[in-house]
């Protein structure tokens, strides 16, 4: 005969509170007003901070631009 013993219920509290802690640390999505957030610590997540740039997007276009006429100017 099979000596099957019936696991005690301190293995079963064990496999359950591992459980319960791998479930606790997953993050889910949510959706919540129409966004959704990757995980319940959206909030604690680090920001990256970018620094201000120069206002003028196009600054080397402007700068040729600016080259071309002083050019044209001289060349009169």
């Given at each position: 005969m099979?000596n099957?013993?019936?696991p005690?219920?301190?293995v079963w509290i064990v496999?359950?509170a591992?459980?319960?802690?791998?479930a606790?640390?997953?993050?889910?999505q949510?959706q919540?007003a129409?966004q959704?957030?990757p995980s319940?610590?959206?909030?604690?997540?680090?920001?990256?901070?970018?620094?201000?740039?120069?206002?003028?997007?196009?600054?080397?276009?402007?700068?040729a631009?600016?080259?071309?006429?002083?050019?044209?100017?001289?060349?009169?």
């Amino acid at each position: 005969m099979l000596n099957c013993k019936k696991p005690n219920l301190g293995v079963w509290i064990v496999i359950a509170a591992i459980s319960l802690g791998v479930a606790a640390n997953m993050g889910c999505q949510v959706q919540v007003a129409g966004q959704t957030l990757p995980s319940p610590y959206y909030l604690t997540d680090d920001v990256q901070y970018f620094p201000a740039g120069s206002e003028n997007k196009l600054a080397n276009e402007t700068a040729a631009l600016k080259a071309a006429r002083e050019e044209a100017k001289a060349g009169r």
